[in-house]
């Protein structure tokens, strides 16, 4: 059997490895170490179509041999049905081996980030309660994030006002280049 895949900082590089690991096992079939890391890995990467196959492919002995790798999965599940709380109760309620741990407070990070994110995207106000199971921190903790980024929390409602996300530039084209190219699109018409 390979050598299981050490822990780097670079988790893209880490993810190519697992998978040369899997491809190149003997029999097709990876050590439990490597389909954990290469799960985690796809979870990280929010890659829920590769996650799922992998899942799927993976010998049934396996999965019932190895309660990380199972754990692992529940992760995945609770990100599949968009589960935030869930997700971080997850995480936290498992005690991660060497080799996964990182790629599991990295996935923790990701989903706070992105959560953040949609909170901004889609809310004028939340609740705080509601704000914290969100994002996985207690109450206190995460109106003092959320302060600190800026944004509003009032305690005497307990509501949180997120800071709209500034919107991408526009890229504007040079009139000339524009009219360039309505000429171009005329002249195609007519033709």
């Keep these: 059997m390979p050598s299981a895949v050490m822990m780097s900082d670079n988790f893209d590089k880490l993810l190519e490895q697992c998978e040369t690991q899997e491809l190149e096992a003997p029999g097709g079939i990876a050590t439990p170490q490597v389909y954990s890391q290469l799960l985690a890995l796809y979870l990280l990467h929010n890659d829920m179509n590769n996650a799922r196959y992998l899942w799927k492919r993976i010998p049934q002995a396996i999965k019932t041999a190895n309660p990380e790798l199972a754990a692992v999965w529940t992760v995945g599940q609770h990100i599949w049905q968009r589960d935030f709380p869930g ?18 407070e990295a996935l923790q990070e990701s989903t706070r980030r992105r959560a953040y994110g949609l909170v901004a995207q889609a809310y004028t106000s939340i609740m705080a309660d509601d704000f914290a199971a969100f994002v996985g921190y207690s109450v206190e903790d995460a109106v003092k994030g959320v302060v ?14 997120p800071q709209k996300p500034d919107p991408p530039p526009v890229s504007l084209v040079p009139n000339e280049q524009q009219l360039a190219r309505l000429t171009d699109y005329v002249a195609f018409l007519e033709n």
């Design 87 to 104: 997700i971080y109760t997850a995480i936290a309620a498992y005690q991660w081996t060497e080799s996964i741990g990182p790629i599991m």
């Design 148 to 161: 600190s980024q800026g944004w509003q929390a009032d305690p005497n409602t307990r509501m949180v006002m």
